[in-house]
């Protein structure tokens, strides 16, 4: 079975530009969560979606946002990019809500 | 509201040595535990999970775990060090209080010296 995989990989964006990053659960998972990763401020949980809604919120600014689709694919959107968006973003997919998750290799994102 | 303390940041041990990583959980209900291990330019892999039936947790690639909740820690450790071992480690917690979010630990990068 595919792991979780996630496009791009990686990407350099300038202040202000928005960005979209994708994330395909494993097949039969139906619920996706994203993390920010960063040296600083460690591993912080952004979102969870669960059949195209959206069950769990992190401490985010409206910035940043996402959606799941009906073959459970995701992606987060972050708008008007700040130098401290600048983090490896990281998908996880679980079989139902509350399960393990098994992580993607991540989307390394630079803002200049 | 649920957190998890990692003591050490960095460990460093010899090959074939003890490697011992600690950690502590806050939480006001039965948590589930998980250790989590990340390689360079990688996500993160389950290493093992406590979810409320066995204390003593066995995992992959010879790594195990005690959860003891009269000192609410999960401290994880393997007999043995092997030069792959070498990563960053993370604890995390989830629990019914924060919606099963999971909230992890700050991480503890392992160095394994020949």
Redesign the interface.
Known sequence: KAGVTQTPRYLIKTRGQQVTLSCSPISGHRSVSWYQQTPGQGLQFLFEYFSETQRNKGNFPGRFSGRQFSNSRSEMNVSTLELGDSALYLCASSFLLHNEQFFGPGTRLTVL | AQSVTQLGSHVSVSEGALVLLRCNYSSSVPPYLFW?VQYP??????LL?YTSAATLVKGINGFEAEFKKSETSFHLTKPSAHMSDAAEY?C?V?SLSD?????????TTVTVRA
């Open positions: 989590y330019n990688q996500g993160l892999q389950l999970k993370f995390a989830s919606d099963y979010k999971l909230s992890f630990g700050a991480g």
